[in-house]
């Protein structure tokens, strides 16, 4: 059963419309990730969950109690925010034992705790200095902790890491999902970094333009793309815009290739095939025979990317990427003329409607 | 290694040193020469501290001081808080505000209240008569630019929206987030602005002398007018108070532990 509901949420600012109605549940001790480019509402969504802004119309369920109208003081939910937001007046321990204060804990109890916390995200030793005093990575720390210390219904992250570099960023998301699985907290975690969202949640929930596009666990997300959006947005991905052919084929520039979930399809439906990179074969082609099923095209560039390079082939009008395993690509040289296929079960197919496809440029994150 | 200092700079500050302290030392020479036939005497300070006029208007002006910090920093922090906070929209307007009371001189403000009080309004007697109402309301106006930018200073340094919802989140109610959270944190802006405030009452004249009141500026005129050498002394022992103050805001904006921090934003 959902612990916490987002049911319908609203919200515009002036003639824009950040939340177009948006509904997500989240089970208890589940951790959501809202990922999405900026500008698609993500962190508005959880600013209306936190309490600081109210939706326009629709509803936060925090089970089973109606939440929208309680003001942020009143709802026991612990935020970590992007900017580092410890308060500087006060030491590490001071900053954890602010919620339990408020709360008007004993003494004992408030330091036991404070260093237990303090002790769970490592930083037991650093406990008398000022949030000058850490680094980021360490203040963003204290921040969990500071969260987790007044028990909350709900743990919210609005995109934590962003300030951080990348090794920071790294250990310290899978330090945060480590607590969270111990602790066992209802968790929603902002980002529009994908690697993020994908590494350490439960489900992930792509958002684009005010909507959700597509809730499912990291798998389903980048294994099964439900909407061009996030086909686009999850990982690297071929989009191949071709027609319906007989029997379990599409027809792409000029070219017929078999798709198993073409099948029964309606011939000269138009549709978009997606393939992931690493399942497309490149080889050289042979002495002029054009083997049925497979594009043939143009190597023009190489991008290497550590244990796989990154090879571009132009196919007629269209452009398909592969990831080759590095110690085969000298095999493909820039300018050679290749045989490009894929395994008729590994694509899969979208309706392409009449809205144009996103472009990528447009979903880098700012 | 010792760093060489620049000729140049030796005799700009030698310059500078000289013009301030010249007039100091002169109106120190003379203030002390009060003895008979110009002769060498403590007398004029004497004369100073034994006039029961000199404490009483300068108690009253350090009163008044007091009373216009507190009014301005009762009105002035949660304005400044929430313009941060919630009406950025608005802050040209409020700095506009703010630069006011400097281009209106003080003559044309004293006779603006004094018409706005006792003729456009008809504030009550005990108002008008009374400094502790009248003269502070007025060094609130005059006060209004140095505190709020000062505030707006500190308000600047600190990210007061994160601050205040991390504070929130937590279950801090406004006030509490307000007085262990906010104020801390603009503690040093505060007290510049209670400095300026404090330094602005204990000097100002045209206000207190069109209005009829008797404050330490107006003793001192009138000292001037009528005493030669306790003029020279009272300037010294006036002089001497401001700079008390001063000194107080460097030592109190030092306090330890209270290092005013990276606050916010990223690195």
């Known amino acids: 059963m959902a612990y916490l509901e987002l049911q319908s949420l609203h919200r515009s600012f002036g003639s824009f419309a950040a939340l177009q109605g948006i509904d997500v549940s989240v089970g208890q001790g589940e951790f959501l990730s809202l990922l999405g480019p900026s500008g698609c509402g993500k962190t508005t969504a959880l600013r209306l969950v936190a309490g600081f802004d109210r939706p326009d119309s629709g509803a936060i369920v925090v089970d089973g109690k109606d939440l929208t109208g309680v003001p942020p003081n009143r709802r026991d939910m612990g935020m970590v925010f992007q900017a580092y937001s410890l308060f500087p007046n006060m030491t590490a321990e001071q900053n954890v034992e602010f919620g339990l204060r408020i709360r008007k804990h004993a003494r004992a109890k408030r330091s036991q705790r404070v260093a237990e916390l303090l002790e769970t995200v490592g930083l037991g030793h650093a406990g008398k200095r000022y949030p000058h005093q850490l680094s980021g990575g360490m203040q963003q720390r204290v921040a969990l902790a500071r969260a987790l210390a007044i028990e909350p219904r709900v743990l919210l992250l609005d995109e934590p890491l962003s300030a951080l570099d990348a090794k920071v960023r790294v250990q310290l998301r899978e330090e945060i999902r480590r607590i969270q699985t111990q602790l066992g907290i209802t968790t929603i975690y902002v980002t529009h970094d994908q690697e993020e969202a994908l590494s350490i949640s439960d489900h992930v929930a792509v958002m684009y333009g005010g909507r959700i596009e597509q809730v499912g666990t990291p798998s389903e997300m980048y294994g099964a793309p439900a909407t061009p959006f996030v086909a686009e947005f999850i990982g690297t991905m071929n989009r191949l815009e071709a027609t319906v052919a007989d029997d379990a084929a599409v027809e792409y520039e000029g070219r017929l290739v078999p798709v198993t979930a073409a099948r029964g399809r309606a011939p000269g439906e138009r549709v978009l095939v997606l393939v992931r990179p690493e399942v497309l074969h490149v080889e050289p082609l042979g002495n002029g025979d054009e083997p049925a099923g497979a594009l043939t095209g143009d190597v023009v560039s190489h991008t290497f990317l550590g244990s796989v390079t990154r090879v571009k082939v132009v196919v007629g009008d269209g452009e398909l990427t592969a990831d080759i395993a590095t110690v085969r690509v000298d095999a493909l040289p820039i300018g050679m003329r290749v045989l490009a296929s894929f395994p008729a079960a590994s694509a899969r197919l979208l309706d392409l409607g009449d809205e144009p496809l996103p472009v990528a440029a447009d979903l880098l994150p700012e | ?267």
């Open chain 2, 1 to 267: 290694m010792t760093r060489r200092v620049p000729i140049s700079g030796v005799v700009w500050l030698s310059i500078g040193v000289l013009y301030l302290l010249v007039p100091l030392l002169a109106t120190l020479l003379f203030s002390l020469q009060s003895g008979a036939n110009h002769s060498l005497s403590l007398g004029a300070y004497g004369d100073v501290v034994r006039d029961s006029q000199f404490w009483k208007t300068l108690r009253l002006s350090f009163v008044l001081s007091l009373e216009t910090i507190l009014v301005s920093l009762l009105l002035l922090v949660p304005t400044a808080y929430w313009v941060h906070l919630r009406l950025r929209r608005i802050k040209p307007l409020v700095e506009f505000l703010s630069i006011l009371p400097f281009v209106v001189p003080a003559i044309i403000l004293i006779i603006g209240l004094l018409q706005l009080y006792n003729g456009t309004i008809h504030a009550p007697l005990w108002f008008l008569e009374k400094p502790y109402t009248f003269l502070v309301t007025a060094y609130v106006v005059l006060a209004f630019p140095y505190v709020y930018r000062s505030l707006d200073a500190g308000f600047r340094a600190i990210d007061v929206q994160t601050l205040t919802e991390a504070s929130l989140s937590l279950g801090a109610s406004w006030r509490t987030t307000l007085v262990r959270v906010i104020l801390p944190n603009i503690r040093a802006a505060a007290l510049s602005a209670a400095f300026l405030t404090l330094a602005i009452v204990m000097g100002e004249f045209t206000i207190a002398s069109l209005a009829l009141f008797q404050t330490f500026p107006t003793y001192i005129n009138y000292i001037n007018q009528t005493r030669t050498y306790e003029a020279a002394a009272l300037s010294l022992v006036s002089f001497g108070i401001t700079w008390a103050a001063m000194l107080g805001l460097l030592l109190f904006s030092r306090a330890p532990g209270r290092r005013a921090a990276q606050v916010g934003g990223t690195r």
